[in-house]
């Protein structure tokens, strides 16, 4: 028997559930890298790191994080190594599973691993340029906050490929005085780029009176925004009205950057609570995969 649509609406999908913290990946200050190092270490301890790491890297990376307590997290600098170590890594499992969930996979701690920082921390006082070769990124990016931006782009939109992410920049930037909105156009992009790893279909809209995407395979509706006021809440409300009304969607998600900050993300999620709206969902651009994949399931499940 299948579910009535006030139960479907009693379990519906919330940004609080969905997908990782916004300190996975991006850094803005000191605590995001004691969270995330703390995040990590509670993975690879449980059942599912202990299966992938042995117990002497599961100790040596325990032992790290014990340094980093005695001595404090803020202007740490091996455990800001550490952290930015940890999300280029995250980037690349993201890149290569699609996305990721820690409670399914976890990360594989190198062998060695404290040594790994403490060069990375004295990469810059390192009077031997002989002794260890830098990575193209590496000598194209030193800033590490930087790099794991880059390697996350590189591998989401450019395939591995960074002469072509390179290319891309400067053609951006050439076109950067003449074309739409950036901000709107890069989230757009970013959500049309993971529809299309799931291989579902997208329709473009555009279209003042419904929303940016609509993915006909699952009923989403997608509104796509990169600033909202409390004057934009009416139109908002009013063009997820209609589309649920034209449309018949089961599912609306109103798309936000990942920069957005939590006092902001909050406020806008006031519309999601308020049930207005009641199959909205608020997220940040980042959990949108998981966001996708978890309707997904839904859907199956019925």
Same mark, same amino acid.
């Given at each position: 028997?299948?579910?009535?649509?006030?139960?479907?609406q009693?379990?519906?999908?919330?940004?609080?559930?969905?997908?990782?913290?916004?300190?996975?990946?991006?850094?803005?200050?000191?605590?995001d890298?004691?969270? @995330?190092i703390?995040?990590?270490l509670?993975?690879i301890?449980?059942n599912?790191?202990?299966?992938?790491?042995?117990?002497?890297?599961?100790?040596?990376?325990?032992?790290?994080?014990?340094?980093?307590?005695?001595?404090?997290?803020?202007?740490?600098?091996?455990?800001?190594?550490?952290?930015?170590?940890?999300?280029?890594?995250?980037?690349?499992?993201?890149?290569?599973?699609?996305?990721?969930?820690?409670?399914?996979?976890?990360?594989?701690?190198?062998?060695?691993?404290?040594?790994?920082?403490t060069?990375?921390?004295?990469?810059?006082?390192?009077?031997?340029?002989?002794?260890?070769?830098?990575?193209?990124?590496?000598?194209?990016?030193?800033?590490?906050?930087i790099?794991?931006?880059?390697?996350?782009r590189?591998?989401?939109?450019?395939?591995?490929? @960074?002469?072509?992410?390179?290319?891309?920049?400067?053609r951006?930037?050439?076109?950067?005085?003449?074309?739409?909105?950036?901000?709107?156009?890069?989230?757009?992009h970013v959500?049309e780029?993971?529809?299309?790893?799931?291989?579902?279909?997208?329709v473009?809209?555009?279209?003042?009176?419904?929303?940016?995407?609509?993915?006909?395979?699952?009923?989403?509706g997608?509104?796509?925004?990169?600033?909202?006021?409390?004057?934009?809440n009416?139109?908002?409300?009013?063009?997820?009205?209609?589309?649920?009304?034209?449309?018949?969607?089961?599912?609306?998600?109103?798309?936000?950057?990942?920069?957005?900050?939590?006092?902001?993300?909050?406020?806008?999620?006031?519309?999601?609570r308020?049930?207005?709206?009641?199959?909205l969902?608020?997220?940040r651009?980042?959990?949108?995969?998981?966001?996708?994949?978890?309707?997904?399931?839904?859907?199956?499940?019925?």
């Amino acid at each position: 028997m299948k579910p009535t649509i006030k139960n479907k609406q009693a379990r519906r999908l919330s940004a609080t559930t969905l997908g990782t913290p916004i300190y996975h990946r991006r850094r803005r200050d000191w605590r995001d890298d004691q969270y @995330l190092i703390e995040d990590i270490l509670k993975n690879i301890a449980g059942n599912n790191g202990a299966k992938q790491n042995s117990p002497q890297r599961i100790k040596s990376f325990r032992n790290l994080v014990s340094e980093f307590e005695s001595k404090g997290f803020q202007a740490n600098e091996k455990a800001f190594s550490l952290a930015m170590w940890i999300r280029e890594e995250l980037a690349k499992l993201a890149a290569d599973k699609g996305s990721y969930d820690l409670r399914v996979h976890s990360l594989v701690i190198p062998p060695g691993l404290a040594r790994i920082i403490t060069a990375r921390c004295n990469r810059s006082l390192n009077h031997k340029p002989q002794a260890e070769k830098k990575s193209l990124l590496e000598e194209l990016f030193p800033d590490s906050e930087i790099r794991s931006h880059v390697l996350e782009r590189v591998q989401l939109f450019h395939k591995g490929n @960074l002469l072509s992410y390179l290319h891309s920049l400067v053609r951006n930037e050439r076109n950067s005085l003449t074309r739409e909105s950036a901000t709107i156009m890069d989230l757009i992009h970013v959500c049309e780029e993971k529809l299309k790893r799931r291989k579902l279909k997208t329709v473009s809209n555009f279209n003042a009176h419904e929303v940016d995407l609509w993915v006909p395979g699952l009923s989403l509706g997608i509104e796509i925004r990169d600033a909202l006021s409390s004057s934009d809440n009416g139109e908002l409300i009013s063009i997820l009205k209609n589309t649920n009304s034209s449309k018949k969607a089961r599912f609306l998600a109103l798309v936000c950057p990942d920069d957005l900050s939590d006092l902001l993300f909050h406020k806008w999620r006031e519309i999601e609570r308020s049930m207005v709206v009641p199959n909205l969902c608020v997220i940040r651009v980042g959990d949108f995969g998981s966001y996708l994949d978890k309707i997904s399931d839904d859907l199956q499940g019925e």
